[in-house]
């Protein structure tokens, strides 16, 4: 598949003229969803979840799919009857010729006085994890982790520690809209070949619009 980095938490999976895209929020490219089979999106913040990108793509084509948790879902599914579909924990569908399973329940928790949303990982092909806004584990190995490196909700050694626990392959940055460029090389220099690769994986930055074949 073609991977290609879009802004912040979103990313595009392209296989034979086909294509998927997660969590095209609003920090994310406005034409993000666009052009997209189907799109999953794992949670309600407004930075993986943007309805505006959404409905573009679903009036664009009344051919795309949104796979989604309920809280997402409920405010789309009245004006697209059929086409959103509402997944959880343990369930597994076919997208955009890709297959996909559905991990993890809730959002990490940000402060304790804020109150936790849902939220979902999607395992795509059993090659490619996105966890969402949570350090969800997979619950088998994979070759590429999208690693969120930077949030509200986490710390750098959290983020190590997951790399490490996880053991992919290749640790692909994502949720990384709210960093400057000295902040990319922070983390840059931590988790990649020039420092001391904490995580144990290859770590790769790509900037949006950036692409690789996995």
Same mark, same amino acid.
């Given at each position: 598949?073609?991977?290609?980095?879009?802004?912040?938490?979103?990313?595009?999976?392209?296989?034979?003229?086909?294509?998927?895209?997660?969590?095209?929020?609003?920090?994310?490219?406005?034409?993000?969803?666009?052009?997209?089979?189907?799109?999953?999106?794992?949670?309600?913040?407004?930075?993986?979840?943007?309805?505006?990108?959404?409905?573009?793509?679903?009036?664009?084509?009344?051919?795309?799919?949104?796979?989604?948790?309920?809280?997402?879902?409920?405010?789309?599914?009245?004006?697209?009857?059929?086409?959103?579909?509402?997944?959880?924990?343990?369930?597994?569908?076919?997208?955009?010729?890709?297959?996909?399973?559905?991990?993890?329940?809730?959002?990490?928790?940000?402060?304790?006085?804020?109150?936790?949303?849902?939220?979902?990982?999607?395992?795509? @092909? *059993?090659? /490619?994890?996105? %966890? !969402?806004? $949570?350090?969800?584990?997979?619950?088998?190995?994979? #070759?590429?982790?999208? +690693?969120?490196?930077?949030?509200?909700?986490?710390?750098?050694?959290?983020?190590?520690?997951?790399?490490?626990?996880?053991?992919?392959?290749?640790?692909?940055?994502?949720? @990384? *809209?709210? /960093?400057?460029? %000295? !902040?990319? $090389?922070?983390?840059?220099?931590?988790?990649?070949? #020039?420092?001391?690769? +904490?995580?144990?994986?290859?770590?790769?930055?790509?900037?949006?619009?950036?692409?690789?074949?996995?």
């Amino acid at each position: 598949m073609e991977f290609t980095k879009q802004g912040h938490s979103s990313v595009r999976l392209t296989r034979g003229g086909r294509s998927l895209v997660i969590d095209p929020g609003a920090f994310s490219e406005p034409e993000a969803a666009l052009g997209a089979e189907a799109v999953l999106v794992t949670h309600e913040h407004p930075d993986h979840f943007d309805e505006g990108r959404l409905r573009a793509a679903l009036d664009a084509d009344p051919a795309v799919t949104i796979w989604t948790l309920r809280s997402v879902a409920d405010q789309l599914s009245a004006a697209y009857p059929g086409r959103v579909r509402t997944v959880g924990n343990g369930d597994t569908f076919e997208a955009a010729g890709f297959s996909v399973e559905v991990h993890g329940e809730l959002h990490a928790v940000i402060h304790p006085d804020i109150p936790r949303v849902t939220n979902i990982g999607f395992l795509v @092909d *059993g090659a /490619l994890f996105h %966890p !969402g806004d $949570a350090l969800t584990l997979p619950g088998r190995p994979v #070759a590429n982790l999208l +690693l969120p490196v930077h949030a509200p909700w986490n710390k750098f050694s959290e983020v190590v520690d997951y790399v490490r626990e996880v053991a992919p392959a290749r640790a692909l940055a994502v949720h @990384d *809209g709210l /960093l400057a460029e %000295p !902040g990319h $090389a922070v983390y840059t220099r931590q988790l990649g070949p #020039a420092g001391p690769g +904490l995580g144990g994986a290859e770590y790769t930055r790509l900037t949006p619009g950036g692409t690789l074949t996995l």
